[in-house]
């Protein structure tokens, strides 16, 4: 029997602080519109504390729980996620004209977050037991079939930053398996002619990217995203005009609770809140693959970069949308964002991160 240890105190210390973090910032974000559309400035606020403590919950369960456990339902649960963003294209929610969401009830859940994490579950198990294959084509070719499925159904709905982020995540994990170059680069080449066709293929991509190259070419349409995102960081200086204080989230910056918090905390917080959000992820980052090279196995090795992956680069594209280093897509800041789905689904990662950490050399 393995023996356990405690789970990694650095990992679970950036995952509080970006949680508390987060839970005062959408307070922030969202008290003016939760004023004005429901009559009480803390309706946002009590929604994420309350998936909040269930995301801590489900951080808690996964913990605990050995996770190699997983590795035998790891196709399942990816058939069952493939299920249900299949359902969503035929009975889904739209929601600011993308269909993303499935409800039960009164409760709402995004399967492109689940799908995530199961995909992360099934390109680790598959990696740990056809290692030896990656050195031919034919190896690559289920999970790529598998990656490319996911995200033709993702697409569908449609959900560009999610399918990157995917698509990313399974290629850091890809050269974590030792995949040849060659192979590497023509995933990486098609990737790339692939993501040039989706952005030409739609106007309203198209316009994105125009705007993201010259966004005061259209100021009141394509550009206005970015441009009070700008204006948001810019007023915050070093310091911050303080926390409550923002004026973007007057109805000036679209979407400050989830996609463009970040933007909010650099005009509250200032550049050295906005650096105190980097730091954390790269710390994140840095003890995520700390646990992946010192794991007792393959799949936990995998396991863990695939999260550690999935994590960092959703936070890399969602602070390059704000800053405007990267076109806009809706893409939400890991832990700090608010929504329920992206963030049980995000601490139920750590949860699992946490566990391979207990079982580390």
């Known amino acids: 029997m393995r023996k356990v240890g405690a789970p990694d105190f650095i990992i679970f210390f950036t995952m509080i602080t970006l949680l508390g973090l987060g839970v005062m910032m959408v307070f922030s974000a969202t008290s003016i519109r939760a004023y004005a559309d429901y009559g009480d400035s803390f309706y946002f606020l009590k929604?994420?504390?309350?998936?909040?403590?269930?995301?801590?919950?489900?951080?808690?369960?996964?913990?605990?729980?050995d996770?190699?456990?997983?590795?035998?339902?790891?196709?399942?649960?990816?058939?069952?996620?493939?299920?249900l963003l299949l359902a969503v294209l035929f009975m889904g929610k739209v929601v600011g004209g993308s269909q993303r969401w499935l409800g039960f009830g009164m409760?709402?859940?995004?399967?492109?977050?689940?799908?995530?994490?199961?995909?992360?579950?099934?390109?680790?198990?598959?990696?740990?037991?056809?290692?030896?294959?990656?050195?031919?084509?034919?190896?690559?070719?289920?999970?790529?079939t598998i990656l490319g499925l996911t995200c033709g159904l993702i697409l569908?709905?449609?959900d560009l930053g999610t399918a990157v982020t995917i698509a990313g995540t399974v290629m850091i994990m890809f050269v974590a398996a030792g995949i040849h170059y060659k192979y590497l680069g023509s995933l990486a080449g098609v990737g790339l002619l692939g993501v040039v066709y989706l952005i030409f293929s739609a106007p309203y991509r198209k316009e994105r990217l125009l705007a993201f190259l010259d966004p005061w070419s259209d100021?009141?349409?394509?550009?206005?995203?970015?441009?009070?995102?700008?204006?948001?960081?810019?007023?915050?200086?070093?310091?911050g005009v303080g926390i409550g204080q923002s004026r973007q989230k007057f109805f000036y910056?679209?979407?400050?609770?989830?996609?463009?918090?970040?933007?909010?905390?650099?005009?509250?917080?200032?550049?050295?809140?906005?650096?105190?959000?980097?730091?954390?992820?790269?710390?994140?980052?840095?003890?995520?693959?700390?646990?992946?090279?010192?794991?007792?196995?393959?799949?936990?090795?995998?396991?863990?970069?695939?999260?550690?992956?999935?994590?960092?680069?959703?936070?890399?594209?969602?602070?390059?949308?704000?800053?405007?280093?990267?076109?806009?897509?809706?893409?939400?800041?890991?832990?700090?964002?608010?929504?329920?789905?992206?963030?049980?689904?995000?601490?139920?990662?750590?949860?699992?991160?946490?566990?391979?950490?207990?079982?580390?050399?």
Do not use: C
Not at 70 to 77: D, E, I, N
Not at 291 to 302: K, R
Not at 331 to 352: A, K, N, Q, R
């Open 47 to 65: 929604k994420q504390f309350l998936w909040s403590v269930i995301g801590i919950g489900a951080m808690v369960f996964f913990m605990t729980i």
């Open 67 to 83: 996770y190699k456990f997983y590795k035998q339902f790891a196709q399942l649960g990816l058939l069952v996620s493939l299920g």
């Open 107 to 144: 409760l709402n859940i995004q399967p492109s977050e689940v799908v995530k994490l199961a995909m992360v579950f099934y390109m680790a198990r598959y990696l740990a037991v056809k290692q030896y294959k990656l050195d031919k084509f034919k190896g690559l070719v289920p999970p790529l």
């Open 156 to 158: 569908a709905q449609p």
């Open 219 to 239: 100021p009141l349409d394509s550009g206005f995203h970015i441009i009070q995102s700008l204006y948001a960081l810019g007023s915050g200086g070093l310091f």
């Open 253 to 361: 910056l679209p979407e400050p609770g989830t996609d463009f918090i970040y933007a909010i905390i650099g005009e509250e917080l200032g550049f050295l809140g906005t650096m105190l959000v980097v730091a954390l992820f790269f710390l994140f980052a840095w003890r995520g693959l700390r646990i992946a090279l010192e794991a007792p196995d393959l799949f936990g090795s995998f396991l863990a970069v695939g999260i550690t992956t999935m994590v960092t680069m959703q936070a890399v594209i969602n602070i390059a949308v704000v800053t405007g280093s990267m076109p806009v897509t809706g893409i939400t800041l890991p832990f700090i964002s608010y929504g329920g789905s992206s963030l049980v689904i995000m601490l139920s990662s750590v949860g699992v991160l946490l566990n391979i950490s207990r079982y580390t050399k």
